[in-house]
């Protein structure tokens, strides 16, 4: 008996934190055109506050450009036909994220072509680090050293010891 | 090879630099206009006095369209200048202007030219700036110069200054249409 009231409580609090989530979600009972307003108005940039979305931004040109978006999703142009008219207008600075198109690949193609050659870059060095001589044990590692230089350093040491 | 190695990389950094350099210049906040060279959007509203106005009816002439708010500070500093220019310019029949106020109630319009002088031509009225956005405006004063083919010819983000007319708008004027811009837009 005491496991079944549990178990009731259980599904009763579950019940009510799923309703609150959908009373709180603000997107019960909105238009269904509103998705598509915010998907295009959250890809395209405020033209006066730099780095917030249309759908983001406070100031009053994102405002009126939300409303300008609304109304050409209510007339029941595509996405890509709004898209396209803000690119018309602002060039692709409209766009939050840069597009894969005209010059913009050098943009999108530079970090590839980066890490490419680096990779290049760095097997090239460690091949060569695994060519370059080992002096292997035993042998006189000083050997090749100007006799000058060695004179010198022990000249040194020798003022150390002193 | 080794030698050839440090030319490139050499070559490479200074490549960067000197598009940095360049980036250096530019303004954060201008956005260059793609409609430069294009038909402009018709412009179909009523002026300040509730009548209907339509920027089509000025084919023919060269057009500086003037897009101002009386909240917009560099409006005033530019107004000065907007009127001597209508006043120089009103003799000419190849040349007009037309301001649109955007963003702005009506009243405000009025007190601006009440109390900065009224420069004689006439404003469409934007109050949801639906003009402003159909134009690629962001901010104000920006004025655009229409060639009498309806095709804008250039953008001024910023007031127009002392001069702007006979430096940058009358060398177009009086130059000879090239054959495409002759034709219809």
Redesign the interface.
């Known amino acids: 008996m005491k496991l079944k009231c549990c178990f009731l409580l259980l599904v009763l609090l579950f019940g009510l934190s799923g309703s609150a989530s959908v009373l709180y979600s603000g997107e019960r009972g909105e238009d269904p055109s509103e998705a598509l307003v915010r998907k295009i108005a959250k890809d395209l940039r405020c033209?006066?506050c730099?780095n917030q979305s249309v759908y983001e931004s406070n100031s009053?040109?994102a405002k009126?450009?939300l409303?300008?978006i609304r109304d050409k999703v209510r007339a029941g142009e595509s996405e890509a036909t709004i898209r396209d008219y803000f690119?018309?207008?602002?060039?692709d600075?409209i766009y939050l994220e840069p597009t894969t198109a005209g010059s913009n690949k050098i943009l999108w193609l530079t970090p590839l072509v980066g890490f490419v050659l680096g990779v290049l870059g760095l097997w090239g060095a460690i091949a060569h680090w695994k060519r370059s001589p080992v002096v292997p044990e035993g042998t006189d590692a000083e050997e090749g050293v100007d006799p000058a230089v060695k004179a010198r350093i022990q000249q040194a040491l020798d003022r150390m010891e002193v | 090879m080794k030698s050839a190695w440090k030319a490139v990389l050499l070559l490479a950094i200074m490549a960067i630099l000197v598009l940095f350099a360049l980036g250096l210049n530019n303004d954060p906040h201008a956005i260059p206009s793609p409609l430069i060279n294009r038909a402009a959007p018709d412009i179909v509203a009523l002026d300040l006095a509730g009548e209907p106005i339509r920027l089509a009816d000025q084919r023919g002439k060269w057009v500086l369209v003037n897009f101002w708010g009386s909240w917009c500070v560099s409006c005033v500093a530019e107004h000065p200048y907007l009127i001597e220019l209508a006043r120089k310019t009103r003799d000419r029949t190849d040349f007009t202007i037309m301001g649109v106020d955007f963003k702005d109630t009506e009243q405000g319009a009025r007190q601006f030219l009440a109390r900065h002088g009224d420069p004689g031509y006439r404003h469409a009225f934007d109050p949801n700036q639906k003009i402003a956005i159909d134009w690629g405006v962001y901010g104000a004063p920006e004025s655009y110069l229409l060639d009498p083919n309806g095709r804008i010819r250039l953008k001024q983000t910023g007031p127009l200054y002392p001069g702007w007319f006979e430096q940058v708008a009358l060398p177009l004027i009086q130059a000879p249409l090239t054959q495409t811009e002759k034709g219809a837009p």
């Not at chain 1, 690119?87 to 060039?91: A, E, K, M, S």
Request: glycine fraction near 6%; aromatic fraction near 20%.
């Open positions: 033209a006066v730099q009053d040109l009126d450009m409303v300008v690119f018309q207008r602002y060039g600075y």
